[in-house]
């Protein structure tokens, strides 16, 4: 990790706690989490999102700033209408470059709270830093140029993950609209 990052941030439902302990993560390992940016570790204090619900990217970084998009009416609300803790942790054993994505951070030990910020609901904080610019908040219909309304994008997307063994079943219960879809761009992958 850059020498220069003293501190990461990790986001929970959990408050009071003074140590974050190692859990198997999606990569399948024994990890804490991590992000350089206090507004992506706010968005995960949430365990009910994922990619089927809104669109993630960024660092936090002024070349690379965070982007979260609703994907469909109301699922913001839903998602973020709770509360939790923005935990402060030392930076010194966070690597990089494990997960896919420069946003995230991962520690093979368990570690130490520095700090505890109690953030009392995600959604009203979420819009305070965007209201802020520290990240860029698009709550449906409005969306970047590049993501289309429909979010026909997920597709490509679903089908990686089928190939990879994961269950997509959830995909068809959140956009029944998209099967046909869906099922076109499966033959024309064949």
């Given at each position: 990790?850059?020498?220069?990052?003293?501190?990461?941030?990790?986001?929970?439902?959990?408050?009071?706690?003074?140590?974050?302990?190692?859990?198997?993560?999606?990569?399948?390992?024994?990890?804490?989490?991590?992000?350089?940016?206090?507004?992506?570790?706010i968005i995960f204090i949430?365990?009910?999102?994922?990619?089927?619900?809104?669109?993630?990217?960024?660092?936090?970084?002024?070349?690379?700033?965070?982007?979260?998009?609703?994907?469909?009416?109301?699922?913001?609300?839903?998602?973020?209408?709770?509360?939790?803790?923005?935990?402060?942790?030392?930076?010194?054993?966070?690597?990089s470059g494990k997960t896919?994505?420069?946003?995230?951070?991962?520690?093979?030990?368990?570690?130490?709270?520095?700090?505890?910020?109690?953030?009392?609901?995600?959604?009203?904080?979420?819009?305070?830093?965007?209201?802020?610019?520290?990240?860029?908040?698009?709550?449906?219909?409005?969306?970047?140029?590049?993501?289309?309304?429909?979010?026909?994008?997920?597709?490509?997307?679903?089908?990686?993950?089928?190939?990879?063994?994961?269950?997509?079943?959830?995909?068809?219960?959140?956009?029944?609209?998209?099967?046909?879809?869906?099922?076109?761009?499966?033959?024309?992958?064949?």
């Amino acid at each position: 990790m850059d020498e220069k990052v003293t501190y990461v941030y990790h986001g929970s439902t959990h408050k009071g706690l003074t140590k974050i302990k190692k859990n198997k993560s999606t990569h399948g390992e024994l990890w804490v989490y991590g992000t350089l940016s206090k507004a992506i570790s706010i968005i995960f204090i949430s365990d009910k999102g994922s990619d089927l619900y809104y669109y993630l990217s960024g660092d936090g970084t002024k070349n690379n700033p965070v982007v979260l998009v609703e994907r469909k009416e109301n699922m913001f609300k839903d998602i973020f209408n709770i509360s939790g803790s923005l935990y402060t942790l030392s930076g010194k054993n966070f690597i990089s470059g494990k997960t896919g994505w420069s946003a995230e951070v991962v520690s093979d030990s368990n570690e130490n709270v520095i700090s505890e910020e109690h953030i009392d609901n995600v959604f009203e904080e979420l819009k305070k830093l965007n209201d802020a610019g520290q990240l860029k908040l698009y709550l449906y219909p409005n969306r970047p140029d590049f993501l289309p309304l429909d979010n026909s994008d997920l597709i490509s997307k679903v089908i990686r993950w089928e190939k990879s063994g994961i269950n997509i079943e959830q995909f068809f219960k959140v956009y029944p609209e998209l099967k046909e879809q869906y099922l076109n761009a499966l033959k024309e992958n064949e």
